[in-house]
Every structure is written in structure tokens, then in C-alpha cells.
T-cell receptor, first 116, second 111 residues
Framework: AQKVTQTQTSISVVEKTTVTMDCVYETRDSSYFLFWYKQTASGEIVFLIRQDSYKKENATVGHYSLNFQKPKSSIGLIITATQIEDSAVYFCAMREEGTGGYKVVFGSGTRLLVSP | EAAVTQSPRNKVAVTGGKVTLSCNQTNNHNNMYWYRQDTGHGLRLIHYSYGAGSTEKGDIPDGYKASRPSQENFSLILELATPSQTSVYFC??????????FGPGTRLTVL
């Protein structure tokens, strides 16, 4: 089975700085998909960004970007110019093929605190 | 307008009682999922479905059943609730193999 590991339980930064959250994964698939999700203080979980393993370019959406290092099975999330509202828990996830379709495996999450 | 809704949002149940958590999605997605979230464990998959009438076991299915009577609805059933099932439960829908859309969550307390 596939596995997603986030070793950073929490990170604190000052607003307007850049932060990187780490994620490593295990898979036997030659083609796979990686995701980052954000869970706000209210509990809402939203999709942020996706990386397809066959793409060499790192995905970027707004002030979120990915650092995809395939040989290291690593997919880091980079948030530039952090804002107070970026304070949340961030989950790394990987798509896994299941019976008749797919499912998603999540890491344990990294809590980000952005302070003034 | 919210595309994935869950009911109830909060539930207190007694040990040994039956609990049904409901999820409705208007995304017209084939895939639906039930997760539980506990501190330190992230989101763990309980059951999922690829379409009406289908259910599949996830990573932690013991003590749970699921039902997918239609494209829009997916229920999670605890036939005999136990205190260890106290958690926050999230439903999600997904289509095309890409990102998932989550409901607001249901906080379940089993006394």
C-alpha cells in the first residue's frame, strides 16, 4: 500500500515570509498524482494544488507552489509571502488505485501558524 | 452553494446504539468517501464508493458499514457504536481522478 509521511507537526513563521512544508511518499506505481489540502480553523478542508508525476514542471497556483523531487519521492509545498489567513493544517495526499477506481491516502498533516 | 453536505453536524450517541451519518453531493461525482479525523492521524479512509449501489472497504472499515443508494447520497452506519468511534467524520466526493471536495464534517461523540 502507498504511504504518505509528513514529519513536521507544526511550523511557525512571521507573515510575508516564505515557508516550505515537507512530504515524502511511497509508491510502486510508475504514474501517480500528489495533492495538498488545507484545513482551516473552522474545519473546512479545501484542495490547493496537484502534481502529476509525469510532469517535470513544478505546479504553481497563486502563492502556492510545489517542489517535486521524484528521485527522492518528495513533494514539498512552498507558500510565498505568507499571510495570517494561511494559518491552518496542511495535508499532503496521494492518489492510489483501488478496486474499480481510486482512493486517496493522506499524511498526518502539518500545522502552520503565521504571526504578525 | 455547498456541493457536499453532511447531516447531522453534531451527534451524541450511547454505546451500543445505532448511528447513521448522511452525506449528499450535488457535484455529480461518481466517487464518494468517508473519512475519520483524529488528532495525530490525519484523515483515514473508512469506506468509499464508485457509484450508486457500490461500496468498498477503506483502510479502517471495522465497525462501520456504508450505503450508496444513489449518485448523490452516501451514508455511514455504525450498527453498535463504541466510545472509540468518537471522532470527526468527513464525507468527500471526487470525479475524474482529481481533487476531492469535502463536506463540513460531523462531530460524533459516543458516551
Amino acid at each position: 500500500a502507498q504511504k504518505v509521511t509528513q514529519t513536521q507537526t507544526s511550523i511557525s513563521v512571521v507573515e510575508k515570509t516564505t515557508v516550505t512544508m515537507d512530504c515524502v511518499y511511497e509508491t510502486r506505481d510508475s504514474s501517480y498524482f500528489l495533492f495538498w489540502y488545507k484545513q482551516t480553523a473552522s474545519g473546512e478542508i479545501v484542495f490547493l494544488i496537484r502534481q502529476d508525476s509525469y510532469k517535470k514542471e513544478n505546479a504553481t497556483v497563486g502563492h502556492y507552489s510545489l517542489n517535486f523531487q521524484k528521485p527522492k519521492s518528495s513533494i514539498g509545498l512552498i507558500i510565498t509571502a505568507t499571510q495570517i489567513e494561511d494559518s491552518a493544517v496542511y495535508f499532503c495526499a496521494m492518489r492510489e488505485e483501488g478496486t474499480g477506481g481510486y482512493k486517496v491516502v493522506f499524511g498526518s498533516g502539518t500545522r502552520l501558524l503565521v504571526s504578525p | 452553494e455547498a456541493a457536499v453536505t453532511q447531516s447531522p453536524r453534531n451527534k451524541v450517541a450511547v454505546t451500543g446504539g445505532k448511528v447513521t451519518l448522511s452525506c449528499n453531493q450535488t457535484n455529480n461525482h461518481n466517487n464518494m468517501y468517508w473519512y475519520r479525523q483524529d488528532t495525530g492521524h490525519g484523515l483515514r479512509l473508512i469506506h468509499y464508493s464508485y457509484g450508486a449501489g457500490s461500496t468498498e472497504k477503506g483502510d479502517i472499515p471495522d465497525g462501520y458499514k456504508a450505503s450508496r443508494p444513489s449518485q448523490e447520497n452516501f451514508s455511514l452506519i455504525l450498527e453498535l457504536a463504541t466510545p472509540s468511534q468518537t471522532s470527526v467524520y468527513f464525507c468527500a466526493s471526487g470525479g475524474g481522478g482529481w481533487e476531492q471536495y469535502f463536506g463540513p464534517g460531523t462531530r460524533l461523540t459516543v458516551l
